[in-house]
């Protein structure tokens, strides 16, 4: 690949991640889709690892499929384009770095969250996040290998 096309990779995937983290901190601490836009009355947190998680599956019949997949799936889904942007704009190309990172702003948001009251502070969201992290950064080193033995037969 030229180092032209290099650079310009690398830039897009800089713009892209800032735009990625802004989408991602409106989405989960001011949008008002899951009621994010005004403070709690009764406060909520989750210190337990894999409470919430059992609890959504234990009731997911009478929770409906939708809203246990919104939950569960939705917070490893939101974190895969970090998993996967991240290597591309930064010279990080580690699992356990992506990871880490994914877990830190994870880790921003519920604190967030905790302290302004707005959603709830849950470890079982910490996990997810953190896993989708790690799932994004699988999906980039098979795309990039991809590419590099379509590139290699050019």
């Known amino acids: 690949m030229k180092a032209n096309n290099k650079k310009r990779i690398k830039i897009f995937g800089k713009v892209f991640f800032i735009l990625y983290i802004v989408f991602i901190f409106y989405f989960l601490l001011l949008s008002d889709w899951y009621g994010r836009g005004q403070e709690m009355k009764v406060y909520h947190y989750n210190l337990v ?3 919430e998680i059992k609890r959504f599956w234990n009731y997911r019949e009478q929770l409906g499929i939708m809203a246990v997949m919104e939950n569960l ?3 490893v889904v939101i974190f895969v384009p970090f998993g996967f942007i991240m290597p591309i704009g930064s010279r990080f190309r580690s699992f356990l770095v ?4 994914g877990f830190g702003i994870s880790l921003c948001v519920e604190l967030f969250q905790l302290v302004t009251k707005v959603g709830c502070f849950d470890v079982d969201d910490l996990l997810l996040n953190t896993v989708g992290s ?3 950064y699988m999906l980039f080193i098979l795309c990039d290998r991809i590419r590099r033995k379509f590139s290699a037969k050019k």
């Open 49 to 51: 690892l894999f409470k």
């Open 134 to 136: 790690g799932l994004g």
């Open 73 to 75: 799936l939705g917070n």
């Open 98 to 101: 992506t990871t880490f990172y």
